[in-house]
C-alpha cells in the first residue's frame, strides 16, 4: 500500500496545485471545461494552450492510477 501512495505522489499534488490554480472563485480548470462544454466561443490560442496546462496534471493522474491498479492486479494473480 506504501507503494501505491508513492507512485501516485506526484501526481496527486500536480493535480491539486498546477491542476486546480487559482482556485477561487471556482477552480480554473473547471470554468476552461464549462466555457468549452458552453461552445468554446470566444477561446483564443492562449485559452486553450491554458487548459491543455491546467489538464495535464489530471491526465498524469488517471493514467498512473490505471498503471497501478494494473500492475496490483497483475501482481495479485497466483502463478
Do not use: Y
Request: charged share 15%; glycine share 8%; hydrophobic share 55%.
Amino acid at each position: 500500500m506504501q507503494t501505491f501512495f508513492k507512485k501516485i505522489s506526484s501526481p496527486l499534488i500536480a493535480s491539486f496545485t498546477l491542476g486546480l490554480m487559482p482556485v477561487f472563485p471556482e477552480p480554473h480548470i473547471w470554468g476552461k471545461i464549462r466555457w468549452i462544454a458552453g461552445g468554446a466561443v470566444g477561446m483564443n490560442a492562449m485559452d486553450w494552450f491554458d487548459v491543455v496546462l491546467h489538464g495535464f496534471p489530471w491526465v498524469w493522474l488517471l493514467v498512473t492510477l490505471i498503471l497501478v491498479i494494473k500492475q496490483t492486479i497483475t501482481d495479485a494473480r497466483p502463478k
